[in-house]
């Protein structure tokens, strides 16, 4: 089907008509007019990725007197908060646990798809993050099926409720079993409890589906945005629920205003209030940690608070330091929230949310992502709990008003920490002023002694190919342990996403291409000891040793149809972003342009052009190569 200015692919604008409506593309072709500035921007963000490496600078904060792009407020407005910010709605003033997840499955029947839609408005979560983006597979038409399933609950569709019945017995089941008691008493009342939130696709995403009737790709985030409001944004307001976004991957004050002009156009063109739409912003990227007033005031009476997530935050910090030969990760079991660089991030951000603005308001902060996922030996899952629960109480004596879980399961667990002290948030708690110095620039890159060691790049290895295959096979969201410890139950599973994937390959060519000193000595699995160095002829043993054991895994832990398919792909990937010379931005740009194809020489030839043409001059292919 195709539109004056769209183009949809195949036969999806009659497969998803419930979906594609007029109403839906008549606005995605008034927004379609602020993709050139979308274009414009990650064009920008590479060339400021180039200059630093070409003159061996790191980041600094803007100059206070400089206007921010698309506003008429100065850094120093922003630093002052001189601006006005947002009036918390009722609905998120108390978000003590969040879970994250996507609204559907791969390849699957809308009934059972909509199964992660129950689960997670049946958790007794305070809020719900709906993933359109990194835990979200990409194949076939889950971008779609992802945005129908929370527009059948939404709705409160009647395959929808009949899925809630069924979901509800189950996790009572479970809650028995663990918690010793059930915990939904009424499921359709359940419905109401969870704040439904939707993170939409990054800036620097194409959609799969939608491009301009030039052949050009489309924002993702235009796509999901417009999809998601103009379906819900009434049945929302009906209830009494915000509408509110999660906002991924910003790098700039900038990004976060042409974000502002995006959801303001929507809101226009549906006859909505300006900053009717909240905003979170996840802050995911160290150049946002230096802009992050800026960033709240671009947004203004849209933005409600930031979240500190730690994997997509690490690998901001490798890429931006790629250029600098004495800036090496270790292990990354090591970057913890309390190590060197993450520490001064966190504290940054409380900090900035905690500024009040013109009116006084101040705005929240949600901690990071809890990981784990109770099911193992119960040494393991008393193991794993403890630490979940340990690092909850600290983000709480830390001052988040909440955090992030991956499971339902989990909410459980960790939202005691936040009811044992009762209150609804952290808003305005008095922390020191922010300051602009030197000394706070360099925190931000801070780097402290830790362990690097073979076994550490094992586990970077092997979770990095079983992320890649997953993402081939349309699980975004995975659990995932290092192949060693496949079969040992006293070792969880944990909830990896698309940022995970992202940090193991950035480290494991920050090591290679910066001959990383190994801190320890330790056998490499064929009787030769490690070298002092992390070179280029123990990474390819490593990468084969780990490669062959997920060959050899069980169905459980390596799909046995992604072994010929999907996992050759994956290694090849790995392979080729660790070794080249030149450091690719994006694991999820590889991934992407080989999706759905499972022949082994045409995903080389794919990944070789990619290559190429980033070396070249920058450019990122980003576009579905499968449209037509």
């Known amino acids: 089907m195709n539109d004056r200015r769209l183009q949809v692919r195949g036969n999806l604008a009659r497969d998803y008509q419930d979906m594609l409506t007029p109403e839906v593309l008549t606005a995605l072709s008034a927004l379609a007019e602020l993709d050139d500035d979308r274009k414009a921007l990650m064009r920008a963000r590479i060339d400021r990725r180039a200059a630093r490496a070409r003159d061996g600078r790191g980041l600094q904060f803007l100059d206070p007197a400089t206007v921010i792009p698309r506003t008429t407020l100065t850094g120093q407005d922003a630093r002052a908060g001189a601006f006005s910010g947002a009036e918390i709605p009722g609905d998120l003033r108390r978000q003590w646990i969040q879970g994250t997840g996507p609204a559907a499955r791969p390849n699957a029947p809308v009934a059972t798809s909509l199964r992660n839609v129950a689960y997670a408005l049946l958790s007794g ?258 193991a794993g709990m403890a630490r979940a629960i340990a690092g909850a109480e600290r983000e709480q004596r830390e001052g988040a008003s909440g955090k992030w879980v991956a499971h339902w399961k989990m909410v459980h667990i960790v939202r005691p920490v936040w009811e044992r002290v009762g209150q609804d948030n952290q808003l305005g708690r008095s922390f020191p002023s922010l300051t602009y110095t030197q000394e706070d620039a360099d925190g931000l890159v801070l780097l402290e002694p830790a362990p690097r060691t073979v076994r550490g790049a094992r586990d970077l290895l092997s979770v990095a190919l079983q992320y890649g295959n997953a993402f081939g096979q349309g699980l975004q969201a995975a659990a995932l342990k290092p192949a060693d410890f496949f079969g040992d139950d006293d070792v969880l599973y944990l909830m990896e996403d698309m940022a995970t994937g992202e940090i193991r390959l950035s480290i494991l060519w920050e090591w290679l291409h910066k001959h990383a000193p190994l801190t320890a000595a330790a056998e490499t699995g064929v009787g030769a000891k490690t070298e002092n160095v992390f070179t280029a002829e123990l990474f390819s043993q490593l990468l084969a040793e780990e490669y062959e054991k997920l060959q050899a895994a069980s169905n459980r832990d390596v799909h046995d149809v992604s072994k010929g398919t999907t996992l050759p792909i994956a290694r090849e990937i790995v392979e080729t972003y660790v070794t080249t010379d030149v450091k690719l931005p994006w694991y999820i740009d590889l991934l992407n342009i080989t999706l759905g194809n499972h022949d082994l020489a045409e995903a080389k030839r794919r990944i070789r052009v990619m290559e190429e043409t980033f070396r070249r001059d920058g450019t990122r292919i980003t576009e579905n190569l499968d449209f037509a």
């Open 125 to 382: 979560a305070d809020g719900w993050m709906f993933d359109g983006e990194d835990a979200l597979g990409q194949i076939s038409t889950m971008s779609l099926d992802n945005q129908r399933n929370l527009k059948l609950a939404i709705h409160r569709d009647s395959i929808f409720l009949e899925v809630v019945e069924q979901v509800a017995v189950e996790m009572n089941e479970w809650a028995q079993g663990f918690l010793h008691r059930p915990i939904i008493d009424d499921a359709v009342s359940q419905l109401d409890f969870t704040t439904k939130i939707f993170r939409a696709r990054g800036l620097h995403l194409d959609d799969r589906q939608i491009r301009h009737a030039s052949g050009a790709g489309l924002s993702a985030s235009i796509v999901d945005v417009t999809l998601y409001i103009v379906h819900n944004h009434e049945a929302l307001r009906r209830s009494g629920a915000s509408r509110v976004l999660y906002l991924p991957k910003i790098q700039t004050a900038e990004e976060a205003a042409l974000w502002n002009d995006i959801l303001t156009a929507l809101e226009q063109h549906l006859g909505l209030s300006i900053g009717e739409i909240k905003t979170y912003v996840l802050v995911e990227q160290i150049e946002a940690c230096f802009q992050l007033m800026e960033i709240r005031a671009a947004l203004g009476a849209r933005f409600v608070g930031f979240n500190t997530g730690r994997w997509d935050y690490i690998n901001s910090v490798s890429d931006a330091l790629a250029w600098d030969p004495g800036f090496i990760n270790p292990n990354i079991d090591a970057v913890t929230m309390t190590y060197g660089y993450m520490r001064h991030y966190e504290d940054r951000v409380r900090r900035a949310v905690n500024t009040p603005d013109r009116d006084g308001r101040c705005a929240l902060w949600q901690g990071g992502m809890e990981p784990n996922i109770p099911v193992g030996s119960e040494a393991g899952v008393a």
